[in-house]
């Protein structure tokens, strides 16, 4: 299918064929008729694509903060990694589109059919492409009197509708509207259509002159004369909201709201201005100031937008969803006073030519304000598939080969995993398979796999592929792992392996009935300073005592890898690497583990100590935290044995301690990707064993799992 998408590094845009979205739980599959380029906010995010490296830092210092801390804890390298394989993600374009449904997820049936028109929200949903999956909440029926090319104006309508909410006003109310660009358009005539006195200001004589046809009863220029004007509507009081509704790096937009605002007024932001305030009037006049939060209530909360919660609507009435579907309803055109954005359309292209309707939008040389893409139409079968290197690499398939099917594609795939693939001149990268097609065919392209695909099992079906590398999110990890053994091959997944026992059982079941091995990315294991810290204590007997502490850092509580279904949280997702390691350097199997979690205010477990007793009276203690300061490094590790001792900080510095005697060894920073990654292909190739005792990960995931349990019961879980 066509997708419009632009590239994060160089601000190129293209028109380009990548595979089609499938349907899952929860979304609907929608064949696109007609979506939105809105001038101002679209033109914001495809100049900000455009900007150089250090202009980008410039426009976003919080990113650059984030960048720093992260530089702190990995070093400047693995972040500089990170920071280019997120910027050579494909950017998909669009976020207002409206189309026909063409298959229902679970969990919708009997709610949505086959052949519904519905309009589509979100950036990276509602996207400028031929086939879209889009989730519950952020779609809404289409009236049969509605167009399609009016209904892609529904989600740039909500958020116009959401800051009119904001703003409070009712009958009679003066409120002034700063900017009249396609949000200050409509929110003027919902203004209008709720009884307000609305007064337009744009420095554009067209777009005035558009607003007077909307019901404002005031269109003027901002300039000496418009605070002069506002106030003579008013009887002198001054308007009683105004609305930021401009696009400008400058904070003349405020400065201009609080000279025509009231006493106590409020002043809404929907546009992005400067935000320097006058204070002295402000506080004089005891000015109220929002900033409208896009759509409405459920914009950026990923239970709502991705899981498909609902908000009680005794407590929140107008959701995003909500606004979406009231702005379709005023569009019928059997309603006497209804909401025509037909005014507002200046340009309609097929899809085709996307590429010239953006240089319509950026290069300024003809004045414009909706531009519509249109579609002509596409099988609902679209190809979940396409070849993208017709040329394959030299290895082959078969015995003595490693032909591998990666199976997602997010950042961490591409910042450490596919450039160690990609180097390796021993395999032989088939297929790339990711949710999204963009990202699919755009990752294949990049790393150089012959096949770009958003379909998991055409991994799984191709005979050719003996290898299968999943890099997806947690929750998917046990089924596809089990998957791809049943379908006879090795598998490679990153940790956890599974989040509770039913999911590991299946994984058990699958391995027992195949022919491949399975391998779980507990990379530090393969760590070169962990070699030679496991050779120091090689020729002592008796217990060992180890003890890891991590200083983790914070996340963020709506990350989804704090979700409880779809990350497990941190001890799932990320102590399970440090049992991994204290289960290898002890080298005897666990019989126990007990754990406690500290009581901190928004915490989700991610403050825990757990104490884990092995078979030959050996003990590990691990101390996971995200309470520390990520100034100080990671990771720390210690080991004791048979008057033996050593430390390894951070994977960068290992003391030895024997005989009296000391040593300390530097070297930089390796916790072990490429090397496991190597020994994976090696053991597909040479047909051995596998890397990891398949046994130890069972146990080690087991372990992983009980310490969530020891902290649901308070008890010692025996394993």
Aim: some cysteine; glycine content about 10%.
């Amino acid at each position: 299918m066509k997708q419009v998408i632009q590239s994060r590094r160089t601000g190129k845009l293209a028109l380009k064929d990548v595979p089609a979205p499938g349907v899952r739980a929860g979304h609907l599959l929608v064949r696109t008729k007609a979506s939105l380029i809105s001038a101002g906010t679209e033109r914001m995010v495809v100049d900000f694509a455009k900007k150089s490296l250090a202009s980008k830092a410039k426009a976003r210092p919080d990113l650059v903060k984030k960048v720093l801390e992260k530089a702190k804890k990995e070093g400047l390298w693995n972040t500089w990694k990170a920071v280019m394989a997120r910027l050579d993600e494909p950017l998909p374009l669009g976020y207002s589109a409206a189309g026909e449904v063409v298959a229902v997820g679970a969990g919708l049936e009997g709610e949505f059919r086959v052949g519904d028109r519905v309009a589509m929200a979100g950036a990276g949903i509602a996207n400028h492409a031929e086939l879209n999956a889009v989730p519950r909440n952020l779609v809404a029926r289409i009236p049969d009197t509605v167009t399609d090319e009016e209904a892609c104006y529904g989600t740039v309508g909500a958020i116009a509708m959401h800051a009119v909410r904001n703003m409070q006003v009712g009958l009679g109310d003066v409120v002034a509207v700063i900017g009249c660009g396609l949000v200050g358009q409509m929110a003027m005539r919902f203004l209008a259509l709720a009884g307000a006195r609305v007064v337009a200001l744009d420095y554009a004589e067209d777009r005035l002159q558009l607003a007077q046809g909307l019901g404002v009863e005031l269109a003027l220029k901002p300039d000496a004369d418009a605070a002069r004007a506002v106030m003579d509507l008013s009887d002198g009081r001054g308007a009683d909201a105004v609305l930021n509704a401009a696009a400008t790096s400058s904070s003349e937009p405020l400065s201009l709201a609080a000279d025509l605002a009231r006493d106590r007024a409020r002043i809404v932001m929907v546009g992005l201005t400067g935000t320097e305030f006058p204070y002295q009037t402000f506080m004089q006049k005891e000015l109220n100031l929002t900033v409208s939060r896009s759509y409405g209530p459920g914009r950026y909360d990923p239970d709502f937008e991705g899981r498909g919660v609902k908000y009680p609507e005794g407590w929140v009435r107008w959701t995003e969803t909500e606004n979406l579907a009231e702005v379709l309803r005023l569009m019928v055109p059997t309603r006497a006073s209804r909401l025509d954005v037909g005014l507002l359309t200046t340009h309609t292209f097929p899809i085709e030519t996307a590429e010239k309707a953006y240089d319509l939008v950026t290069g300024g040389t003809e004045r414009c304000l909706g531009v519509v893409l249109s579609y002509s139409g596409i099988s609902d079968q679209a190809d979940r598939t396409m070849t993208i290197n017709a040329v394959a690499r030299a290895s082959s398939s078969g015995a003595g080969s490693c032909v591998i099917g990666m199976i997602g594609g997010g950042n961490f795939a591409r910042a450490v995993l596919l450039p160690a693939l990609k180097s390796d001149g021993a395999v032989r990268l088939k297929t790339l398979a990711t949710a999204r097609g963009v990202n699919a065919e755009h990752g294949a392209d990049t790393f150089g796999f012959e096949v770009a695909s958003s379909d998991p099992d055409s991994v799984f079906t191709d005979a050719d592929i003996n290898a299968v590398v999943i890099a997806t999110r947690h929750d998917s990890h046990a089924a596809l792992t089990a998957a791809g053994l049943r379908a006879g091959k090795s598998v490679f997944v990153e940790k956890p392996l599974a989040l509770d026992l039913d999911q590991l059982n299946d994984v058990i079941a699958a391995l027992n009935e195949s022919t491949g091995f399975v391998q779980v990315g507990f990379n530090r294991r393969f760590a070169p300073q962990v070699a030679e810290m496991t050779a120091h204590f090689v020729k002592t007997k008796g217990p060992r005592v180890v003890t890891l502490r991590v200083n983790g850092g914070a996340i963020d509580g709506a990350h989804w890898t704090q979700s409880a279904s779809e990350g497990g949280g941190r001890v799932l997702g990320e102590m399970c690497h440090f049992i991994d390691l204290a289960r290898h350097l002890v080298g005897q199997r666990i019989e126990s583990v007990d754990a406690q979690a500290a009581t901190v205010a928004g915490g989700s477990g991610d403050d825990v100590a757990a104490h884990i007793r092995f078979v030959d009276g050996s003990l590990a203690s691990i101390v996971y935290t995200a309470l520390g300061d990520t100034a100080l490094a990671k990771e720390r590790i210690e080991m004791f044995a048979g008057g033996r001792a050593a430390v390894l900080d951070d994977f960068r510095t290992l003391t030895l301690v024997a005989d009296g005697k000391s040593s300390e060894r530097s070297a930089t920073q390796n916790k072990g990707h490429a090397a496991q990654l190597a020994a994976f292909v090696a053991a597909v190739r040479d047909g051995t064993v596998a890397p990891i005792d398949e046994a130890e990960l069972i146990e080690t995931s087991t372990a992983t799992i009980a310490v969530v349990e020891s902290l649901r019961t308070g008890t010692r879980i025996s394993v």
